[in-house]
C-alpha cells in the first residue's frame, strides 16, 4: 500500500512545508569540451622521432668518417704485420752420430747341466730369479756317492796297511842279504813289492778324490751371477751326465752388450779411433728412438767384414742396473763419433727446401722478412748445422711460413731453445716447403715442392 510523505499529508505541518510532488527531471552533465591535451602529446612525439631520426643520419655519418680515416691511415702506415714465432741461430756444439740397428747378447750365457746320475732332490731357486756367483741352485741325490767315498777311504787304509808291511820287510831282507842269510832275489822281489804297494795306495787317493768330486757335483751351484730362466726339469726327475738338455739356463744381465752392424765406409773412421784408445760412448734407444735405455761403450770389434750385407760388427757394453736392455732385444744404437763445437746450429723447423735449394726466413733489424740460402751440414735431433747463410745470433722464422714473402712485415716471437726444439715446422712441414707446394716470392725457384728431412739409417746424420 502506497503512502504519501508526512510531510504532504500532516495537516499540522506548516504551509511552507507542503510541497507537491513534480514531474522527473534527469541530472544535468557537463558540457563537452575539445581534446586540446591529446592533440599536445602527439605533437612532441613526432618532433621526437624526428629529432631520433635525424640524430642517427649524423651518427651514421660520424662513423663513416672516422672508418674513412681509419683506412686512409692503415693503407699509409702499410699492411699489418703478421705474429710469427722465431728463433735464434747460435754458437754452440752439435755431436756427429753412426746410428743403426742392434741386438742385445749376453756377455755369459750358462746352460746348466749335471755331471753326475742321480734323481733330482731340490731346487733352491725360483724362476727369473737373480742369482749370484757360488748361489746354490740344484740338490741331486749325493748319498751313492757318500758311499763310494767312504769305500775308497776303506780301501785305502787297507792298501796303506800292506804298504807299510812291505816297507818292514824290506828294510829287514836289506840287513839280512848283507848277512848273507837269504838271497838277493828276494830282496828284489821284495822292493817290487814295495813299489807295487805304492801305486795301489795311490790309486786309492785318486778314487777317493772322484767320490768327493761327485759329492760337489751333486750339489750345483750358480757358475755366474744372472737372471735364471725357466726352469727345464722338475724335482723328482733322474738326471744323467750324458744328458743333452740342461736344466736351467742363467743370463748374464748387468753388464750386457750390444751387437750392430756399420757399413764398411765408415769402418775406418770408427777404427781410426778405437785405435787410438779413444772411449766412444754408444747409446741405446727403443725401436721409436724416443726413450734412452743404457748408455755404454765400444768395446772390440769384428775380425771380417759380412759380405752379404757389407758391413762390420760390432760390440759395445752396457751397465744394465735397471735390467732394461733384455737378450735378443732389437734397439737402436747411437755411436758418438765426432763433437763439432764453435758451430752455427739452428732448429731444424726453421728450414724450409725445395727442388732446387735450401733457405730460411730471415727476420731484418725493420721487423720485415727475405728468404736467405743456407748450407747445412750435421743434423742431429732438433739441431741443424748451419755452415754458410747465417750468423750466430740471426733471427729466423720457425712457425707461419706460409703466410710469408719477401718484405713481409711481421711480429717475431723469439721461442725459447727448448721450445724451438721441441716444436715441429709450424704451418709448414719441418725442414719442407711451405703448405701449397710452391715457393715464396723471392725464394729460389724450383719446379716441385721439395722437402722433408735428411734420412738417418745406418750413415752419418747429415743433410745433403
Known amino acids: 500500500m502506497h503512502q504519501d510523505p508526512p510531510s504532504?499529508?500532516?495537516?499540522?505541518?506548516?504551509?511552507?512545508?507542503?510541497?507537491?510532488?513534480?514531474?522527473?527531471?534527469?541530472?544535468?552533465?557537463a558540457p563537452k569540451h575539445a581534446p586540446k591535451h591529446s592533440r599536445h602529446l602527439?605533437?612532441?612525439?613526432?618532433?621526437?622521432?624526428?629529432?631520433?631520426?635525424?640524430?642517427?643520419?649524423?651518427?651514421?655519418?660520424?662513423?663513416?668518417?672516422?672508418?674513412a680515416a681509419a683506412a686512409a691511415q692503415a693503407k699509409k702506415k702499410g699492411p699489418a704485420a703478421i705474429p710469427v714465432v722465431a728463433a735464434k741461430a747460435r754458437k754452440g756444439n752439435i755431436p756427429v752420430y753412426f746410428v743403426n740397428l742392434g741386438g742385445v747378447l749376453p756377455i755369459y750365457t750358462v746352460t746348466v747341466r749335471s755331471r753326475v746320475d742321480g734323481q733330482l732332490?731340490?731346487?733352491?731357486?725360483?724362476?727369473?730369479?737373480?742369482?749370484?756367483?757360488?748361489?746354490?741352485?740344484?740338490?741331486?741325490?749325493?748319498?751313492?756317492?757318500?758311499?763310494?767315498?767312504?769305500?775308497?777311504?776303506?780301501?785305502?787304509?787297507?792298501?796303506?796297511?800292506?804298504?807299510?808291511?812291505?816297507?818292514?820287510?824290506?828294510?829287514?831282507?836289506?840287513?839280512?842279504?848283507?848277512?848273507?842269510?837269504?838271497?838277493?832275489?828276494?830282496?828284489a822281489t821284495q822292493e817290487a813289492l814295495v813299489k807295487q804297494d805304492e801305486g795301489i795306495v795311490k790309486t786309492d787317493q785318486g778314487m777317493i778324490e772322484t767320490a768327493k768330486l761327485n759329492v760337489v757335483y751333486s750339489h750345483i751351484t750358480s757358475p755366474i751371477t744372472?737372471?735364471?730362466?725357466?726352469?727345464?726339469?722338475?724335482?723328482?726327475?733322474?738326471?744323467?751326465?750324458?744328458?743333452?738338455?740342461?736344466?736351467?739356463?742363467?743370463?748374464?744381465?748387468?753388464?750386457?752388450?750390444?751387437?750392430?752392424?756399420?757399413?764398411?765406409?765408415?769402418?775406418?773412421?770408427?777404427?781410426?779411433?778405437?785405435?787410438?784408445?779413444?772411449?766412444?760412448?754408444?747409446d741405446a734407444f727403443d725401436r721409436s728412438m724416443t726413450v734412452l735405455l743404457a748408455h755404454g761403450?765400444?768395446?772390440t770389434v769384428d775380425n771380417q767384414i759380412d759380405p752379404t750385407t757389407?758391413?762390420?760388427?760390432?760390440?759395445?757394453?752396457?751397465?744394465?742396473?735397471?735390467?732394461?736392455?733384455f737378450?735378443?732385444?732389437?734397439?737402436?744404437?747411437?755411436?758418438?763419433?765426432?763433437?763439432?763445437?764453435?758451430?752455427?746450429?739452428?732448429?731444424?723447423?726453421?728450414?724450409?727446401?725445395?727442388?732446387?735449394?735450401?733457405?730460411?726466413?730471415?727476420?731484418?733489424?725493420?721487423?720485415?722478412?727475405?728468404?736467405?740460402?743456407?748450407?747445412?751440414?750435421?743434423?742431429?735431433?732438433?739441431?741443424s748445422e748451419i755452415t754458410g747463410g747465417l750468423q750466430p745470433g740471426d733471427t729466423i722464422v720457425m712457425t707461419g711460413v706460409d703466410k710469408l714473402q719477401e718484405g713481409t712485415k711481421v711480429t717475431a716471437h723469439i721461442a725459447s731453445d727448448t721450445a724451438a726444439g721441441a716444436k715441429g715446422g709450424g704451418s709448414s712441414p719441418a725442414g719442407g716447403a711451405p703448405a701449397g707446394g710452391a715457393p715464396p716470392s723471392g725464394a729460389p725457384a724450383s719446379n716441385a715442392p721439395g722437402g722433408g728431412k735428411s734420412g738417418h739409417g745406418s750413415g752419418t746424420r747429415k743433410a745433403s
Do not use: C
Open 327 to 383: 737378450p735378443n732385444q732389437f734397439i737402436n744404437v747411437r755411436l758418438l763419433v765426432q763433437m763439432k763445437q764453435g758451430v752455427t746450429p739452428a732448429p731444424t723447423a726453421t728450414i724450409q727446401r725445395n727442388s732446387q735449394s735450401t733457405y730460411v726466413y730471415l727476420v731484418k733489424p725493420d721487423s720485415t722478412v727475405t728468404v736467405r740460402t743456407v748450407t747445412i751440414g750435421t743434423v742431429e735431433g732438433n739441431d
Open 121 to 187: 732332490m731340490e731346487v733352491h731357486y725360483k724362476e727369473g730369479d737373480i742369482v749370484q756367483k757360488g748361489a746354490p741352485l740344484i740338490e741331486i741325490d749325493s748319498r751313492p756317492y757318500d758311499a763310494a767315498l767312504v769305500q775308497a777311504e776303506g780301501q785305502l787304509i787297507r792298501d796303506q796297511a800292506l804298504l807299510d808291511n812291505a816297507r818292514i820287510d824290506l828294510a829287514r831282507y836289506k840287513t839280512l842279504v848283507t848277512q848273507n842269510a837269504v838271497p838277493e832275489q828276494q830282496l
Open 310 to 325: 757389407g758391413s762390420l760388427r760390432w760390440r759395445a757394453n752396457f751397465d744394465n742396473k735397471g735390467y732394461k736392455l
Open 42 to 67: 602527439w605533437i612532441w612525439l613526432l618532433i621526437l622521432a624526428l629529432l631520433a631520426v635525424g640524430g642517427y643520419i649524423v651518427w651514421r655519418q660520424i662513423k663513416a668518417g672516422q672508418a
Open 226 to 282: 744372472g737372471r735364471v730362466g725357466l726352469r727345464l726339469v722338475d724335482p723328482g726327475n733322474i738326471v744323467h751326465a750324458a744328458d743333452t738338455n740342461g736344466m736351467l739356463v742363467i743370463t748374464q744381465m748387468d753388464p750386457i752388450s750390444v751387437l750392430f752392424p756399420l757399413p764398411e765406409d765408415q769402418v775406418p773412421v770408427v777404427l781410426q779411433k778405437l785405435n787410438a784408445g779413444q772411449k766412444l760412448a754408444v
Open 8 to 29: 504532504a499529508l500532516d495537516p499540522a505541518a506548516p504551509p511552507d512545508t507542503l510541497t507537491k510532488p513534480g514531474p522527473y527531471q534527469a541530472p544535468k552533465q
Open 297 to 299: 761403450y765400444l768395446a
